[in-house]
């Protein structure tokens, strides 16, 4: 039985793979896309937004 890829498996594997200056552009990146996402409020760039974390490969619910 083959067991699913998990999120911590994959914070895990990102810890060994990810460069310091990868990750630290993953961070900003992030906070990126929070800070326009909290202080950006009009419905169409958030829903924007939102679909581009999707696409992103990023599952928010």
Do not use: K, S, W, Y
Request: glycine share 6%; with cysteine.
């Amino acid at each position: 039985m083959e067991t699913a890829d998990t999120v911590h498996d994959r914070i895990e594997r990102a810890g060994t793979e990810l460069t310091p200056t990868r990750a630290a552009l993953a961070i900003g990146l992030a906070a990126a896309i929070g800070f326009t996402l909290m202080f950006l409020q009009d419905p169409m760039a958030h829903d924007a937004m939102h679909n581009f974390r999707h696409a992103a490969g990023v599952t928010c619910h």
